[in-house]
């Protein structure tokens, strides 16, 4: 019989146990643990845990990006654990396009007749149940967690990454500023900034149609609140047809994509006060902190990602900046706070002296490593893994 909604919500904030773990957090740990030798799929293939992947961000599967041994086929996708299989169906995964790349399913009790969990795209989800945790003190630890032991310069390399991660962000913009002048490429560049990964498909239609010498004429002659408020109704019109509508009620007002639009009408405001030109802004002339991109709707760690994905990687593309302004702006950075998929490499890389990624330009170094090692089961070959 199924849990249900109610009870599976209950499950997920950990009011029921299931066979061997008290809650479901006690079971993404022992996941997290990366299970050792084969395992068994509920249909009775062979399985073995290459990374167990990183922890998500609480907007979709559990963990990203996990390498998976299926009897010799090695499969690499988001892993989703319940402590219950109703579980999938209580929080409607089954029909959540979020999900349809899941490569397991994590349960410690499989309390329906099911060997394989289903998605609406057809697809046959492989179902693992997992047994209790391992005893304290077991549990995956990498290479790289031994890195300072063995002297390798942890910051430096990560700084290295951070900086190869800044080009990599500027040669975007220069294909982006292929034809079009450099305030249209900031704001563009600003607008996915602010809109963030889960509005990509809105931020790229957006982008598209973004002029800013038109969104400049369209509030021409308005000043203060009348001003914002025209500058906002322009960009909103970029949105493709029903985006904000969809977006209704999957999340919280202020992560809305017209209320994001709202954060960068305050942004144009600043930059291109009235009867500015519709180049590069003076505010944001070189030396600029990431308190030039902070306002009304737009914190401190908002403001950095904006200075981080939009600002100087437009600056370096357009020449707004010089390389050397860039590299001085991007180490100046401060970190805008770890992001999940980051917790286990801050855990396991991290010294007692210091936080580890203290700068957003050591941040970024850690996502890349992330990004180009970690999430390709290339465990101990990346720059911080200690020789031999």
């Known amino acids: 019989m199924s849990d249900g909604p109610a009870a599976g919500a209950r499950a997920r904030r950990g009011g029921r146990a299931a066979p061997g773990f008290a809650d479901e957090a006690a079971l993404a740990t022992a996941w997290a643990a990366a299970p050792t030798g084969t395992l068994r799929l509920a249909d009775g293939r062979a399985l073995r845990v290459v990374f167990p992947g990183m922890p998500g961000d609480g907007t979709g599967p559990d963990f990203r990006d996990a390498m998976l041994d299926l009897e010799g086929d090695l499969v690499r996708g988001d892993v989703e654990v319940h402590l219950r299989h109703s579980g999938w169906f209580a929080h409607g995964h089954d029909r959540d396009p979020a999900y349809a790349g899941v490569a397991l399913h994590v349960v410690a009790a499989n309390d329906l007749p099911l060997a394989a969990t289903p998605h609406a795209s057809g697809r046959r989800v492989p179902l693992l149940v997992l047994g209790p945790p391992p005893e304290p003190g077991a549990g995956f630890v990498p290479p790289c967690a031994f890195a300072r032991a063995a002297g390798v310069d942890v910051a430096g390399r990560l700084r290295a990454m ?227």
């Open 162 to 388: 951070g900086q190869r991660r800044l080009r990599m962000k500027a040669n975007r913009a220069a294909l982006l500023a292929a034809g079009r002048a450099p305030g249209d490429v900031l704001l563009a560049l600003a607008a996915a900034a602010l809109l963030g990964p889960a509005h990509r498909a809105a931020a790229d239609a957006a982008a598209a149609k973004l002029r800013l010498a038109a969104l400049l004429e369209e509030a021409d002659g308005l000043t203060g609140e009348a001003r914002r408020l025209a500058l906002a109704g322009g960009l909103r019109r970029l949105l493709p047809t029903g985006a904000a509508s969809a977006a209704a009620g999957r999340w919280r007002p202020a992560a809305a994509p017209a209320k994001r639009l709202e954060g960068l009408a305050q942004l144009i405001d600043r930059w291109w006060p009235p009867g500015s030109s519709p180049g590069w802004p003076a505010v944001l002339a070189a030396g600029a902190g990431w308190r030039a991109a902070a306002g009304a709707g737009i914190g401190r760690g908002s403001a950095i990602e904006v200075f981080v994905n939009a600002v100087i990687p437009a600056a370096l593309a357009t020449g707004a900046w010089s390389e050397a302004e860039a590299e001085a702006a991007w180490a100046a950075l401060p970190s805008p706070e770890t992001y999940g998929k980051l917790r286990p490499l801050e855990r396991w890389l991290g010294g007692k002296d210091a936080a580890l990624f203290a700068s957003a330009g050591l941040l970024q170094g850690g996502l890349l490593l992330q990004a180009d090692y970690c999430a390709k089961g290339a465990c101990g070959r990346c720059p911080l893994s200690p020789p031999g």
